[in-house]
Each structure stands twice: as structure tokens, then as C-alpha cells.
């Protein structure tokens, strides 16, 4: 015995790799995803060099155009080249969507963390108010903050909008990210940070802050994909980004149902945009999840 | 088990109140009021006496506090008021309206949960297999695609390749049930895809977990029919984080209406609320959102109570 | 149990006629995303009917693997089956078709698991469990089967099984659902019972009472029982058949007393000796299997142990094989003649070096601890009427000193408040009432600059080596940051120098510094752990069953270490186990908690001579002691009953309701804590 047998039955054997290559290996659905995120963050960046058109330029000339050569596709009812605004569309959809996903996921982690770590009477409270927020739909939610706060243009961007899709976001990623710091609360090494007598701030930013990372990823991830729809809807209802603002959930709003004999083209161009991104999102968060999980549990 | 139905009922209040409190406050602090959107509606211009008139009129120039207790002890009366733009009672406005969002959310539920279930077990047992990955895109497809943009591409559909389009006025179920389903059935696939895709994975992450329990081994362990293995072990504990999303779903489905109605234009709630926070109608927003607040609520306890009929451990806790 | 009966039933020859199971030349694979883990390598091993046949081993030796793969429920896609067979009654079990093997399962072979907490379905009726395999396989009625399962509820000693058979799992408590998993393995009335670290999950006085069960009806209804075990005392109490694995290879193979009597393989031999026994004379020192098992990722060719062996020569680069030594005596070392010859009889002898306990000093407790009591109230479910809160007392009237220089164990099994008495210590917890003097202060008032200096000088060791340290931060950021914190160090650079230190001193590499925790093994993280502790100067150390999670050979070593450091630096500990051997190896007294109370406190070779508490008699007579004679001359012995919930204790002397020799008085009286003999202090009215 202990002798190498001859004949094992054979398989196939996995290579040790580069993170990213394994990532891409063992994820293909996420590499894809991670893929077109790549490219539209590269077509919102550069938007001024890849757009054929000025997305705000009106040509009564070319109203309601078929998708062509000089048009990819099409025009809209005042002729503006409907390639250029989803191009321009995407640098709308990924600021707001980033941006309001980082604050709502980081001020949710925020109080997730410290309200676990206090635990007691001030857990309770801000428990309490979650469970508030929580009674809202997401949507609703947003509607009401965008009928508090009116329109605060910071930077180009509207700051009301990004409020409203973070602060629905918060009282979600609150609840996870509180889960996740209580059991970790329970660890031993929390009560060897203690007994070591370390301060709070240094036990919560330095000990548990870390190892909520990943579902601090993973969820600002997911949740960028939720804005993006978010802000997309809002749009569509008139209560998110104005006229004449590039965006995809504009662009499907007001006039456009209107002319859905004679240019679909317009509800279908920036209908895709707003899935793909979505999807791209969806998929990577997805695959970032499984790849994370198995990590932290080794 | 009694005190914790109890418990759970009481647990609702405060909750209840918050959500009062929240809106209430948060609806006063914005800047302008629907008098001066409703004035100027009519186009013209407006004194500042007519608008202090019609404030008086709406009772918006009395102290919050007062405004705000009278609201309280209207909505524990079940007396909601005025709408503040068309002068009718809130309650009559949104009864009128409930029914079709309220069929509609009914055949949403129903579509998603028949999809989902199968769907969400396959893509487990099959897991990192083509069907899995079928149906991962499938349902992330769901989340992905804007259910109003879904609407607008099955009018499309519907218009290039039937020449039809869904009538626009509601047709009760009990008036033609036929007219009333080819009405109802196109927004309901519309927000039902978004819903049957959550719970789908939340059925398949929740059984991948499950038939890593150890309990699972022992059941092939005694020799027990790979088929029953999942019917019987698996299921039943995989099904009560389903039951979760599929309550709590059911409850955002009136978030999800919000949008969907615009685009088949029917007058349910969800229109009825985008059109008052258009105008600043405060007792019809408040009301509104009271609601559906309630019913998040409400369903939240089914939940949790049919979670107690479930799970023993919690049964006889 | 009768010991001359069971021998008869376990003939010596080794015949392969009458095998109802032959493990031959079995190699099991898992391909994971860092390699493949060769987990069992050639094993071949046989059980005949009705015998007891165990296979004994450390953690990731392949024990369990190999079990599971008997069963074919390795998990899948991840491990397979690489080669060998699997002969039961006949047929190889490899070749059968799912279906075939699923009509094996559960009728002629059956498994029992460690964890009796989550291998029960909690949604489903214990009835409907046991009786799952009965209408499967026999095709009984629903009726018949409920009948067969009361009769298997009473079987395996379950009270009222009527009753109970409407019941689900929660309703049970650790023990009674191991009685569960054992009447469902037993309920088709197989030929072979597979158990898997039956008891590891368990208290030793229910560990003592399943496997006598376990034993018991194996016999009677001549059953054949692999038990697969880590714990050296259970093999020898019951098996009759011994496999010794390490690394993935079974290293010697033998009757038990051939194993533990005259072992001839050097890692059995070194495994013998590794543990602290009560059987024996306390060895002044533990003598310790140096370094670590061999990662199957990656294993060096040759003999696997080569690299930690005494005996190595040249020829262990080359594969040894498993070599019948004396009759039906197998080992896997090229050396094992000279063993039995007695040529390397000097090695083999127990070498009593070592050095005395640490000096004791006589000043004054460092340490007292005075009527202690922590009571955590557990509210119910209702949240605005308060409901019924329950209030557990988990620690209750609990008083002892510790000197400097001395090492206190706290023993007791699993809910008798030890753990809490450490945390109360240690300013985790606030305790309900008593008081806690350190240095001669009460440490309840402390706080700012004081508790911050207290904090200094009390440290703490934790059991499980997984959670105790932070997995992102490095080994080195770990042992520092405590430095830097309260600034004993100057700067980061000589934060790091003594960091490098203390790995020295705890027996690691100073280039570890740079590894994060995931890339160290157990023991290796307990040293991290260790070096953390000393970092900070302490000169009182909470050792909170520090070496329970580690595997017997790595046990051994950080008992010495701990040791070493307390000589060293004159450290005090108050260390908390539930194992008695290794309390009574390292402590200098002994106290016994149950249900929050100490029942007896006296030295440690008091405690062990002349045990007067009947509670410490009877966590004596449960564990077993790792050599067969000794075993079999016991008599059987298990405590009844359970462990009472610390929610609803008895009132009276909390152990009365298991007491051997309680009366009615032990009902109403709570029993002091007297000195019955000088220094020796029991509660018990009857002593």
C-alpha cells in the first residue's frame, strides 16, 4: 500500500492563475458583465471624442430618421442623433448610479456597523427607523425625496436625484451590513481587541470596518444597477433628469410613446441601453458574490 | 404562539406611526405648496392674497402640530380628508382606483410565483450547468429590464404584429372577464418578470444552501430517493426564505405600478400617486403612502406568522 | 460490558473469508481551485461482522473521507474516487449503479454523524425521520413503521417515545438527537454501522453514555461498527480493531492492544505519548511530535512522517510500505522490527525530562475572586408587555484565589458558566454581583488610564484559532498593534522587532510576519495567538480552552509552550478546558464547575488521588483513558441523565438530579463550599 497506483481514474486538473484571469475562468457571466460596464464607463468618459453628434444639437432636417449610416440609430422628434444622447446617456446613468449607490452603501455600512457595535438601547433605535424606511417602496421613497428636496444642481448634477436613489438604498444595505458586523462582533479576536483595551473607533474602523468589505462590495455593485433603473424611472415620470439632459429613462418618456408607429427606434435604442447596463451590473455583482463568499469562509 | 402573533401586531405601531411622523414632516419642509401650483395651473398671474385665501381654505396656515394631530385622528377614524387638488374625499379617489392595481398585483404574484418556483429549483440542482445558466440569465434579464420599457415594447409588439392595443378605460373582471384579462395581462407579465426573477433566485440561492445541510447528507445517508431528498428535505426549508421575498415583493409590486400604469395608461394608484406628487397634494400623498406602508406592513406579519406555520422552531419556540 | 466476551467475539485471526467490508488500495481525490488534495492514498483496511473496528487519525488525516466514500456521499463535484474497491459482502460498491447504492444506504449500512445539530431535518417529526428508511427499504406501512420506530426510540433509551416521535429536533437536546441518529441507523437492522466522530460534539458524561449505548447494541444484535475517531481513550475503551492514518495513509494496523500496547510505528508511538494521561503518573513534561502534518496538496514523496520522526533513516525517502510485522500486526515503517525486537527499546522508554511546576510563590493572591455571579436575563419573544424574561445564571456564588506563578484550571462541561467566569475576568462582561480584586483592586470601578493598565497586565487566550484573529490584518500588524496602542514600544520599526521576537519565542519564523492568518495553520494561529498575549507584558493570561480545537500532536506542543512562557516570564493563568487530562497536567489546583456552581477546589494532585465531589468522581470515570487493560478492568460507568438547562436549574445541589448518592435533603439544601481536608474544599452535604 502507499505505492502511487497505475491506473487512477483520470480528470481534469484546474492551473493555478493570475486573480484576474481565474476571476474571468471561473466567472465567464461576470467577466462579460465587468466587460460592457468597461465599455460604456469608457463611452461615458469620453463621450465628446466617441459620440458622432452633439447630443444636444437640433436638426428639424432629420426628425423621426430611420436608423442609417449617418444616423446608426436613428433620430429623435427634434432630430438630435439618438447614438449620441445614449452615448451621453451612459455618462448620466453611471454618475448617478455610482454616486448615489457609494453614498447609500456606504452611509447604510456606516450605521450598520455602529449600530452593531453598540448594540442595546441605540441598536434598538435605529432599528426602529430603518424599519420605518424600510416600509417605503423604493420608489415611493424616492418620489417623496425628490418632492422634499427640489432641484439642487451640484456639478452638473443633480444632487436631489442622487439623494433620492441613496437614501431608499441606506435602511437595505443597513440591514445587511449590521447582520454581517454582529456575528462578526462575536468573534474572538473583536474580544481580544477589547481585552486589549482598544478604543471603539479603532475597533470598529480598524477590526470590523475590514471584514465587511466584501459585502460592502458586492452590494454597492448591485445596488449601482438598482439606481441606474431607479434614476431611469424617475426620469421616465418627469421627476429625475430634465430636459434637454442626456438620459436613457428620458429619452423613453414624454413624446417618444408617442410615435410608436412611425420611429420605435426611440424607445428601443435606449430601452437596451438601460437593460444592458442593468444586466452588466447584475451579472457582475453576481459573480463577484460567488467568487468573494468561498474566499472570506477559507 | 398567541402572545407572539400579539407581539407582532403590536410591533406594528410604532412602526406605523414613524412612517406617519416621516411623511408628514417631510412632505411640509418642501419648498412651495400645491396652491401655487394649482393657481398657476390656470395660467395668469395670482396675488398674493388669492394664495393666502386658498391656504386658509386648505387649512395649510395653521400650525404644523395642528395639521398634523388632525391628520392622526383622521387616519384612526379612517377619515382622510380632502384631496387637496380635486376637492373629492382621499378615500373615494383611491377606492376607485384600487381594484384594477390591485388585480393587477394579484396576476403579477400569480405569474411570478408559478415561474419562479420550478425555475429557481432547476437553476439549483443544475447549478454552473447550461440550465443554470439559462435561467441566471433569464431571471438577471428580469431585474435588468425597466418593466416600463417592457410595457412599451409589448404595446409595440402588440401594435406591429396584431394592430392591437389594450383599451385604455378599465374593464371590471366581473363586467367581461375576457376584455378584463387581455387588459390586465400585459402589465402584469410587465412587472411580473421583474418579481418572478427575485424570487426565483432567492429560491435557487436559498436550496443551493440547503442541500449543503447536513441534514441533507443524512437523508441520502438512509438510503431516501434523490426525488424526495429535495421534495421533502430540501423544499420545505428552502421554500421559508421564499415565502420572505415573495411577501415582501407582493408589497413593492404597488412601487412597481407606479411606473407600469403610465405606460399602459390605466388609472390605478401608482398614477394617482406620480400625479400627486406632481401636484403637491399633501393629504393625498400622506394617505397614500400611509397605505402602502400598511400593507408593506401587513404583509411583513403574514409572513412572519406564516413562517411560524412552517418552521417548527418557531411554532414551539 | 463484559471484556472476556467481547475478545471471543473478535476472533484474532485474520481471516479474509469472513470480511463483511474490504476497504482495498482506496485513493480519494478533491480538485479544488488551489489543487488537487490527495485525501486518502492507498488505504486498505477490512471489518468483519459484528466487530468494532476504529480509525483513528488527526484532522484531514482522511478518516472521515474514507468513511464517506464507503457510503459514496463524498462531496460532489469536488471529491471522487480515484482507485481502489470497495468490497462489501461481495460486490464492489463502486461499480454499483446510484440506485443499487442507494438501496445500500440506510439498509445494510448506515452512518452516524458528528454534529447532532444539524444532521436532523429541523421541519420534519423525528417520527417521520426514523421512519423514512423503514417504508423505503421494507416497505412497511405507515403504521408498522411507527411502530418499529417506537420500539427504536426505546431501544436507544429515548423516554416516552410515543410522544416524542411527534416531536422535531429542536425539542431534543444534543445527546437525545445522537440517540435519534442512532435509532435511524439502526432501524433496518444493518450489517455495518458506520460512526464518524460520534461523540466529538458532545459532553464527556453523554459522550460516556452513547458510545455505551452505541457498544451495547452492536453487540447485541451483532452489528459491525467502523468508529472514527481523533480521541485515543475511545478507541481503546472500544474498538477491537485498530487503523492508525496519518497523512492520508493508514500508518499501522493491528488489535488494540497490539496498537497501543506495542505500537511499531513511530507516529503511533509518538501519538501515545503526546496526550496527558490520567492513567499515568503526571510526566513533568509532554513529550511532543515536532512540526506539522504534510499539506496533501503537495506531499513529499517517501514516508509522510518522515520529516517529524525521531527514527529516521536514509531508506524513509523511499515509500514504505504497510508490512505485517507480527501476526495480524501491520506498520508502515521500515524500522517497525527494530521495534518489535526491542533494538530501539531506549527511544521507546519514556523519558522523564522536564522541569518541576513553576515556583508558587506565597504572597498574596494576585487574583480573588469573590462570590461572583453573572446572570443574563433572556427575554421572550415580547418586547412591550416584557413577557416572561428568564434569567440564566451561568455564573452563581462562585469564590477563588490565585497566587502568582501558579496555574488555576477551571473545568466543567458544556454550560457550567467556566467560560463566563474568564470573561468576567477579563472586564468583558460586567458581572451581576461579587467582586473581582486584581492586584488587589477591584476591577469593577476601573476605568481610563487605571483599566487601560489593568487591560496590560490581564490577557487572554482564545480556544478557537479561526475567529481569534483578525483575517486582514497580518500575523505581524496583530502581535504590534497592541504595542503601538498603549505605545510599550516607541515606533513601528521597534513594533516590529519585538513582534519578530515573539514569533521566535512562540516557537514560529520572524518571516511570518508578512502572512495574513488564512495562511497559517491551527496551531500556528493558537502560537499568533499566544504571541499576542505576551506582547502586551501581561502578567496574568486567561487561557480559555486554548488547545481544544487543536489536533492531540499539536496539542501537546503548545502545552509545553505555555509552560516554557510561564517560567519564563513568571505569568499566572487561569486556564479553562472541559479535558481533565490536560488540566491535571498543566494546572497546580483544580476547580470543577457545574451549572455555575464550583463543586469541589483543591490541588490538582489532591483533586485527581482522592476526587471527593461526586460530579469530579463522575467526570473521572467518563473520560476515557487511552490503554485497553486499563479499560477493560473499568466498569462501566456512565452518568445518567442530562445535563439540566442552565435556564431551569434544580434547585437544591444542582447536581442532585444526577447524583449517585443524592437524598431528599440534596433537593432543598444549596451545599457551601467547605474545606473538607486542608486546602481541599467540595460542596457536596454528603462528603
Known sequence: ?298 | MLTYVVNRVLLMIPTLIGVAVLTFFMLRVIPGDIVEVKLRADGGSVTQAQIETERERLGLNRPLATQFADWMVGLVTFDFGLSMWTGRPVAEEIAIRLELSMQVAVMASIIAVILAIPLGTLSALFKDTIVDYAIRLFTIAGLAVPSFWLGMIIILSLLLFFNWLPPITFTPFYVDPWANFTQLIWPSLAVGWRYSAVVARMVRSSIIEVMKEDYIRTARAKGVYERLVVMRHAMRNALLPAITVIGLEFAFLIGGLVVTEQVFNLNGIGRLFVQAVGRNDFTLIQTMVMLVASVFIIVNLAVDLLYAVFDPRIRYG | ?687
Open chain 1, 1 to 298: 500500500m502507499a505505492t502511487t497506483p497505475t491506473a487512477l481514474r483520470p480528470y481534469k486538473l484546474p492551473k493555478r492563475r493570475h486573480w484576474a484571469v481565474s476571476f474571468a475562468l471561473r466567472q465567464p457571466l461576470g467577466a462579460a458583465g465587468l466587460l460592457v460596464i468597461l465599455v460604456m464607463a469608457f463611452g461615458g468618459i469620453f463621450a465628446e471624442f466617441v459620440a458622432p453628434y452633439d447630443p444636444l444639437d437640433i436638426d428639424f432636417g432629420a426628425m423621426l430618421a430611420a436608423p442609417s449610416i449617418e444616423h446608426p440609430f436613428g433620430t429623435d422628434a427634434f432630430g438630435r442623433d439618438i447614438l449620441s444622447r445614449v452615448i451621453y446617456g451612459a455618462r448620466t446613468a453611471l454618475t448617478i448610479g455610482f454616486l448615489s449607490s457609494f453614498i447609500g452603501c456606504t452611509l447604510g455600512a456606516a450605521i450598520g456597523i455602529a449600530s452593531a457595535f453598540f448594540g442595546g438601547r441605540t441598536d434598538m433605535i435605529v432599528q426602529r427607523f430603518i424599519d420605518v424606511l424600510l416600509s417605503f417602496p423604493i420608489i415611493v421613497l424616492a418620489l417623496v425625496v425628490v418632492a422634499m428636496i427640489g432641484r439642487a444642481p451640484l456639478f452638473g448634477i443633480d444632487l436631489n436625484l442622487i439623494l433620492a436613489i441613496a437614501i431608499p438604498i441606506m435602511p437595505k444595505v443597513e440591514r445587511v451590513v449590521r447582520a454581517a458586523a454582529l456575528s462578526i462582533r462575536e468573534m474572538a479576536y473583536i474580544d481580544a481587541a477589547r481585552a486589549a483595551g482598544f478604543s471603539n473607533a479603532r475597533i470598529i474602523f480598524r477590526h470590523m470596518a475590514p471584514n465587511v468589505a466584501a459585502p460592502y462590495l458586492i452590494m454597492l455593485t448591485a445596488y449601482i444597477a438598482q439606481a441606474i433603473l431607479l434614476e431611469a424611472s424617475l426620469s421616465f415620470l418627469g421627476l429625475g433628469v430634465t430636459e434637454p439632459t442626456a438620459a436613457w429613462g428620458l429619452m423613453l418618456s414624454g413624446n417618444a410613446s408617442d410615435f410608436y408607429r412611425e420611429a420605435p427606434w426611440m424607445i428601443l435604442f435606449p430601452g437596451l441601453a438601460i437593460s444592458a447596463a442593468v444586466f452588466a451590473f447584475n451579472l457582475f455583482g453576481d459573480s463577484l458574490r460567488d467568487w468573494l463568499d468561498p474566499k472570506l469562509k477559507a
Open chain 3, 1 to 687: 460490558m463484559q471484556p472476556q466476551t467481547a475478545e471471543a467475539a473478535a476472533p484474532r485471526v485474520d481471516g479474509a473469508g469472513d470480511d463483511l467490508l474490504r476497504v482495498e488500495d482506496l485513493h480519494v481525490h478533491f480538485v479544488t481551485s488551489r489543487g488537487v488534495v490527495r485525501a486518502v492514498e492507498g488505504i486498505s483496511y477490512s471489518v468483519r461482522r459484528g466487530e468494532i473496528v476504529a480509525l483513528v487519525g488527526e484532522s484531514g488525516c482522511g478518516k472521515s473521507v474514507s468513511s464517506l466514500a464507503i457510503m459514496r456521499l463524498l462531496a460532489k463535484p469536488a471529491g471522487r474516487v480515484v482507485g481502489g474497491r470497495i468490497m462489501f459482502e461481495g460486490r464492489d460498491l463502486l461499480t454499483l449503479d446510484e440506485d443499487e447504492m442507494r438501496e445500500i444506504r440506510g439498509r445494510d449500512i448506515s452512518i452516524i454523524f458528528q454534529e447532532p445539530m444539524t444532521s436532523l431535518n429541523p421541519v420534519l417529526t423525528i417520527g417521520l425521520q426514523i421512519m423514512e428508511p423503514l417504508t423505503i427499504h421494507l416497505g412497511m406501512t405507515a403504521s408498522e413503521a411507527r411502530a418499529r420506530a417506537t420500539e427504536l426510540l426505546r431501544l436507544v433509551g429515548i423516554t416516552d417515545p410515543e410522544r416524542r416521535l411527534d416531536q422535531y429536533p429542536h425539542q431534543f437536546s444534543g445527546g437525545m438527537r445522537q440517540r435519534v441518529m442512532i435509532a435511524i441507523g439502526l432501524a433496518c437492522n444493518p450489517k455495518l454501522i458506520i460512526a464518524d466522530e460520534p461523540t466529538t460534539a458532545l459532553d464527556v458524561t453523554i459522550q460516556a453514555q452513547i458510545l455505551e449505548l452505541m457498544k451495547d447494541l452492536a453487540r447485541r444484535l451483532n452489528i459491525a461498527l467502523v468508529i472514527i475517531t481523533h480521541n485515543l481513550g475511545i478507541v481503546a475503551r472500544y474498538a477491537d480493531r485498530v487503523n492508525v492514518m496519518y497523512a492520508a495513509r493508514v500508518v499501522e494496523q493491528g488489535t488494540a492492544d497490539d496498537v497501543f500496547l506495542r505500537p511499531r510505528h513511530p507516529y503511533a508511538i509518538g501519538l501515545m505519548r503526546s496526550v496527558p494521561r490520567l492513567d499515568r503518573p503526571r510526566g513533568l513534561r509532554l513529550e511532543t511530535i515536532e512540526g506539522l502534518p504534510p499539506n496533501l496538496l503537495d506531499p513529499p514523496t517517501g514516508c509522510r512522517f518522515a520529516a517529524r520522526c525521531a527514527f529516521r533513516i536514509d531508506a524513509c525517502a523511499q515509500d514504505p510500505a504497510l508490512r505485517e510485522i507480527e501476526p495480524a500486526h501491520r506498520s508502515a515503517c521500515f524500522r517497525a522490527e527494530e521495534f518489535s525486537s526491542g533494538a530501539l527499546a531506549e527511544a521507546t522508554t519514556e523519558r522523564a525530562r522536564g522541569r518541576p511546576d513553576a515556583a508558587v510563590s506565597d504572597a498574596a493572591p494576585i487574583l480573588g475572586v469573590r462570590d461572583l455571579a453573572k446572570h443574563f436575563t433572556v427575554s421572550s419573544r415580547s418586547v412591550i408587555f416584557g413577557g416572561e424574561t428568564r434569567v440564566v445564571k451561568a455564573v452563581n456564588g462562585v469564590s477563588f484565589d490565585i497566587r502568582p506563578g501558579e496555574t488555576l484550571g477551571l473545568v466543567g462541561e458544556s454550560g457550567c458558566g467556566k467560560t463566563t467566569v474568564g470573561r468576567l475576568v477579563l472586564k468583558l462582561e460586567q458581572p451581576t454581583s461579587g467582586a473581582i480584586e486584581f492586584e488587589g483592586r477591584d476591577i469593577a470601578g476601573l476605568a481610563g488610564p487605571e483599566l487601560q493598565r489593568t487591560r496590560q497586565r490581564i490577557q487572554v487566550i482564545f480556544q478557537d484559532p479561526y475567529s481569534s484573529l483578525n483575517p486582514r490584518m497580518t500575523i505581524g500588524q496583530i502581535i504590534a498593534e497592541p504595542m503601538l496602542v498603549h505605545r510599550i514600544v516607541p515606533n513601528a520599526k521597534a513594533a516590529r522587532e519585538r513582534a519578530a521576537e515573539l514569533l521566535e519565542k512562540v516557537g514560529l519564523f520572524a518571516y511570518m510576519a508578512e502572512r495574513y492568518p488564512h495562511e497559517m495553520s491551527g496551531g500556528q494561529r493558537q502560537r499568533v495567538g499566544i504571541a499576542r498575549a505576551l506582547a502586551m507584558r501581561p502578567s496574568f493570561i486567561v487561557c480559555d480552552e486554548p488547545v481544544s480545537a487543536l489536533d492531540v500532536s499539536i496539542q501537546g506542543q503548545v502545552i509545553n509552550l505555555l509552560e516554557d512562557l510561564q517560567r519564563e516570564f513568571g505569568l499566572t493563568y487561569l486556564f479553562i478546558a472541559h479535558d481533565l487530562a490536560v488540566v491535571r497536567h498543566i494546572s497546580t489546583r483544580v476547580a470543577v464547575m457545574y451549572l455555575g456552581r464550583v463543586m469541589e477546589i483543591a490541588d490538582r494532585d489532591a483533586i485527581y488521588a482522592q476526587p471527593l465531589h461526586p460530579y469530579t468522581k463522575a467526570l473521572l470515570d467518563a473520560a476515557p483513558v487511552p490503554d485497553p487493560l486499563v479499560e477493560r478492568a473499568r466498569a462501566p460507568r456512565a452518568l445518567g441523565g442530562e445535563i439540566p438547562s442552565p435556564l431551569r436549574p434544580p434547585g437544591g445541589c444542582v447536581f442532585h438530579t444526577r447524583c449517585p448518592i443524592a437524598s431528599e435533603e440534596c433537593k432543598r439544601a444549596v451545599p457551601e463550599l467547605r474545606e473538607a481536608a486542608p486546602g481541599h474544599f467540595v460542596a457536596c452535604i454528603k462528603v
